[in-house]
């Protein structure tokens, strides 16, 4: 081979990242080595939030490539439990009546703290599913009538 094919060679493939030969329709794409340092996590942290579909990503032959606005979004949803699963379903469904502690807490403006003191005395019922306290609206709404009420009208005899 002459020089010059050498050159245009080694131009054509060697010169251009191999995410530029994905077609980006627009979307602003990045590794994922890119989106760990953006978010300033491990390359692993990546792999887990994708196969958690915590975040979406495609896959493009080999690499997988991430839109910087599923990142932001991914970013921003990190540390919510609104959309943690267990066992493939949500796990505080709000829909179905399904609460968090720290929910239930805002619903009866109480203090989260007493919310898992009365789970654990027993005066409001909660059940676990893994790591987290889950509690039906149904045993919000009793304890809020049996207790809460309770210690009002209590309040006010005193």
């Not at 760990?36 to 196969?51: H, M």
């Not at 027993?122 to 049996?146: P, Q």
Request: glycine content about 4%.
């Amino acid at each position: 081979m002459d020089q010059e094919n050498q050159q245009n060679l080694h131009t054509a493939c060697c010169d251009h990242p191999k995410e530029e030969n994905i077609p980006s329709q627009g979307k602003r794409l990045v590794s994922i080595t890119e989106a760990a340092k953006i978010n300033n996590v491990t390359r692993q942290a990546i792999y887990v939030a994708i196969k958690q579909n915590k975040l979406k990503a495609t896959k493009h032959t080999t690499r997988w490539t991430i839109d910087l606005d599923d990142l932001e979004d991914y970013r921003r949803q990190k540390y919510s439990r609104t959309k943690s699963m267990y066992d493939g379903e949500l796990l505080f469904d709000n829909g179905k009546g399904y609460y968090s502690v720290n929910q239930a807490a805002k619903l009866l403006g109480v203090a989260a703290q007493k919310i898992y003191y009365a789970t654990r005395v027993g005066l409001l019922k909660a059940s676990r599913k893994g790591a987290a306290w889950v509690i039906h609206i149904d045993d919000i709404n009793s304890y809020k009538e049996n207790y809460l009420a309770r210690q009002i009208a209590d309040a006010n005899v005193i």
